[in-house]
């Protein structure tokens, strides 16, 4: 069956270290992946999109990597300040022309001064 | 100005209650979404139109009915309202219609309960 998975478990770090996310998918085949940020109350902001053939892509202090053999996406977030601390949602989209976003659970992030 | 602003943001009624959420956007964006978020944090897409025609249309109870009058307004009815229909509700939007472009604008959610 197709699934996304993040890690449902809250990820507790402290400021200044460097916080790592993981999305992990099955039987999918994404041209592209995104990251979402969601704080409570509020719906998602759009991040970070990396397209199948990149590797790697960087945003001021995130940045992500997407490995279509592993079928995983690394976020990280370098000197991580309590601002940060939100839940972050990966997401797939694909090559047909729907604009459709399949979306993971999101994993919650704390940075705690 | 809000990009995509929902209303209401709060809905609490009754079960078997008919219901109207409004979204508009001022983006200038082609395409609009409605996405529903489960008590898990699941967002799953409901519908999509682009330009006023209905592209996506998952496995959703026909009571609920997607209304869009214009590229800029989709608005979600829905009939029978039953227990199971509380959830926040989203509404997104997006440039063009193809892959490549469809980085969401999301509106604030509107928090449907039913009692």
Redesign the interface.
């Known amino acids: 069956s197709q699934k996304i998975e993040q890690n449902s478990e809250a990820l507790n770090i402290q400021e200044g270290k460097t916080a790592t996310l993981t999305c992990n998918y099955t039987n999918y085949s994404p041209a592209y992946l995104q990251w979402y940020r969601q704080d409570p109350g509020r719906g998602p902001v759009f991040l970070l999109l990396i397209r199948e053939n990149e590797k790697e892509k960087r945003k001021e202090r995130l940045k992500v990597t997407f490995d279509t053999t592993l079928k995983q996406s690394l976020f990280h977030i370098t000197a991580s300040q309590p601002a940060d601390s939100a839940t972050y949602l990966c997401a797939l989209s694909f090559s047909s022309n729907t604009g459709k976003l399949i979306f993971g659970q999101g994993t919650t992030l704390q940075v705690k001064p | 100005d809000t990009a ?1 602003s929902q209303t209401p943001k709060y809905l609490v009624t009754q079960m078997g209650n008919d219901k109207s959420i409004k979204c508009e956007q001022n983006l200038g964006h082609d ?1 609009m ?1 409605w996405y529903k978020q489960d008590s ?6 409901m519908f ?1 139109y ?1 330009n006023k025609e209905l ?2 249309n998952e496995t959703v109870p026909n009571r609920f009915s997607p209304k869009s009058p214009d590229k800029a307004h989709l608005n979600l009815h829905i009939n029978s309202l039953e227990l199971g229909d509380s959830a926040v509700y ?1 509404c ?1 939007s ?1 440039r ?14 509107t928090r449907l309960t039913v009692v």
């Open positions: 995509v395409t979404y898990k944090k699941f967002l799953k897409i999509s682009n592209i996506i989203f997104a997006s063009g219609q193809g892959a490549r472009s469809a980085r969401y604008t999301f509106g604030s959610g």
